[in-house]
């Protein structure tokens, strides 16, 4: 917690619940950012808000003990803003429930809330901002958005959605780096000089920055003074395929990677847990806008049931893409 000093009295506790708002256009890598961040401040809450109505992202926390809420179906700017302000109200009585001078003491410090990929974070800043409830028991640390070096300027050019986490930002790190071309970065500082010109920038490969270096960059004094046009409807859709059986991983990514390259405009993302039949342990699988990372394996738990997920973000919709998919990896396309 931090320390509020007023003019001409002595210092006095903040009892506000700092609040991290991490934002980023699909695929930008929030996820991996929380993950880094989570193990330098263990003590914090996490709410994850997801597009797809099947939740992927809690499963990459699995590592941390913590309190971790899920909002999925829809996104915190339109669908589910409705439910932020009671989770947070709920949030927040657990934590006053807990006596500051027992042994376990208070349940965490500092929460964090990672929005979905399409989200307008213009919403959320409502709800912490001006819901008197709300706003005096939570202090907005500020808003962090995640931008791709090899996919941030195409996403930029395309969606809205993206220009708005970057304007509404306190401060904007640079993931991915290693994956781009001299012209993607080229191309990305240019846009981001345009759309946020004063807002710090910083680079962080494989989530590899520090917590307080990061928050020293943030300066949420300064979102009372931003306007930004509203954002239009959603044409994105999501949709989920579920796999009973263990797969070979070599059979499965040409078919990830082929779809990729079959639909490179509407496909903007595709992440998923699977499991491999080698019986090693899940495996994350990510992908965004015509490019497959290498999966990543998670330690087992007893709650793994063996069944993968697929979750597939399409700007339009594919009609028949589940079937698509499922074909495609019975056929060994």
């Not at 971790?68 to 109200?89: D, N, R």
């Not at 490969?205 to 509203?230: S, T, Y």
């Not at 639909?263 to 990510?286: E, I, T």
Request: glycine share 10%.
């Amino acid at each position: 917690m931090a320390n509020g000093i007023g003019l001409g009295s002595s210092p006095q506790i903040d009892p506000r619940i700092p609040v991290t708002l991490l934002s980023g256009f699909l695929g930008s890598g929030k996820t991996t950012l929380l993950n880094r961040l989570l193990s330098q401040a263990p003590r914090s809450a996490v709410i994850i808000n997801e597009f797809g109505s099947t939740p992927i992202d809690q499963q990459l926390l699995r590592e941390h003990n913590i309190p971790l809420s899920t909002l999925a179906g829809g996104c915190l700017c339109c669908q589910v803003v409705g439910s932020l302000a009671p989770l947070l109200k709920n949030l927040r009585m657990a934590w006053d429930a807990h006596p500051s001078g027992s042994s376990h003491g208070k349940p965490f410090d500092r929460v964090f809330i990672e929005t979905s990929g399409v989200a307008n974070p213009a919403p959320v800043l409502d709800i912490l901002l001006r819901e008197r409830w709300l706003a005096a028991r939570y202090r907005l640390d500020g808003i962090i958005t995640m931008v791709s070096a090899a996919q941030g300027a195409e996403a930029l050019s395309r969606f809205p959605e993206a220009q708005a986490q970057v304007v509404w930002a306190d401060a904007l790190v640079i993931s991915q780096a290693d994956l781009a071309t001299a012209g993607q970065i080229g191309a990305l500082t240019e846009q981001l000089g345009r759309l946020a010109p004063a807002t710090p920038c910083l680079r962080a490969d494989q989530g590899a920055i520090g917590l307080e270096a990061l928050m020293a960059f943030v300066r949420p004094e300064a979102l009372r003074l931003r306007k930004v046009a509203p954002v239009p409807g959603h044409t994105f859709h999501s949709v989920c395929v579920q796999l009973d059986q263990p797969l070979v991983w070599g059979r499965l990514r040409p078919v990830l990677a082929s779809l990729l390259n079959r639909y490179p405009g509407q496909l903007v993302r595709l992440k998923g847990v699977v499991y491999a039949l080698d019986g090693s342990g899940p495996l994350v699988v990510q992908g965004a806008t015509g490019t497959l990372f290498p999966p990543v394996r998670l330690p087992a738990t007893a709650a793994d049931d063996g069944r993968g997920r697929l979750v597939f973000i399409t700007d339009g919709e594919i009609p028949g893409l589940p079937h698509i998919v499922i074909e495609m990896i019975r056929a060994g396309v």
